[in-house]
């Protein structure tokens, strides 16, 4: 078990790493679980360090882990794990993260434009439909008033126009 600590625990040492053991109370030599340890890294002490071994895994995870900028670059060219959790890190915060979601609220807004720009030609092209056929209907009464004025009988206009008699009735009575 890994704790990493944002304070010091142990005052009394100065290793940023301290690792423990499960021993019996009476018989401190006698580990009781020799697969179980655990780890404290103390953050504050890391940081106290000025020549820290980047050359050891742990140091380079240690060093990430605090963000401690004067040896983060020098870890990510030694390990490549750990450039890839840094490439990672960068793209879920920070500028990465703002280029990110500046670029969702891009897509967003041109989604929507495109939404609305597809309801309106579908309205305009339904109105348009409505239109014509309103436009037809005014002509055909216009038409069948017309031939009507000029004394040609309902049942001829329909005959002739190819509208059914009911229809050309309902039109010269309006």
Same mark, same amino acid.
């Given at each position: 078990?890994?704790?990493?600590?944002?304070?010091?625990?142990?005052?009394?040492?100065?290793?940023?790493?301290?690792?423990?053991?499960?021993?019996?109370?009476?018989?401190?030599?006698?580990?009781?679980?020799?697969?179980?340890?655990?780890?404290?890294?103390?953050?504050?002490?890391?940081?106290?360090?000025?020549?820290?071994?980047?050359?050891?895994?742990?140091?380079?995870?240690?060093?990430?882990?605090?963000?401690?900028?004067?040896?983060?670059?020098?870890?990510?060219?030694?390990?490549?794990?750990?450039?890839?959790?840094?490439?990672?890190?960068?793209?879920?915060?920070?500028?990465?993260?703002?280029?990110?979601?500046?670029?969702?609220?891009?897509?967003?807004?041109?989604?929507?434009?495109?939404?609305?720009?597809?309801? &309106? +030609?579908?309205? @305009? !092209?339904? %109105?348009? *439909?409505?239109?014509?056929?309103?436009?037809?209907?005014?002509?055909?009464?216009?038409?069948?008033?017309?031939?009507?004025?000029?004394?040609?009988?309902? &049942? +001829?206009?329909? @005959? !002739?126009? %190819?509208? *059914?008699?009911?229809?050309?009735?309902?039109?010269?009575?309006?």
């Amino acid at each position: 078990m890994i704790n990493i600590l944002d304070y010091i625990l142990y005052k009394e040492h100065k290793e940023y790493i301290s690792k423990t053991a499960i021993v019996l109370d009476k018989h401190r030599e006698h580990e009781v679980i020799k697969d179980l340890e655990w780890y404290f890294i103390e953050l504050p002490k890391f940081e106290q360090i000025n020549n820290i071994d980047i050359n050891d895994t742990v140091n380079q995870w240690i060093a990430f882990i605090n963000n401690d900028r004067r040896y983060i670059d020098m870890a990510t060219t030694k390990n490549k794990v750990l450039k890839e959790a840094k490439e990672d890190y960068n793209y879920l915060t920070g500028e990465a993260e703002e280029r990110r979601l500046q670029d969702l609220r891009e897509r967003w807004e041109m989604d929507r434009i495109s939404e609305i720009n597809y309801v &309106s +030609e579908r309205s @305009e !092209k339904e %109105g348009e *439909k409505r239109g014509r056929k309103e436009g037809r209907k005014l002509g055909e009464q216009n038409i069948i008033k017309s031939l009507f004025k000029n004394n040609m009988s309902p &049942s +001829e206009i329909a @005959e !002739k126009t %190819g509208i *059914k008699l009911a229809e050309v009735l309902k039109m010269v009575s309006n």
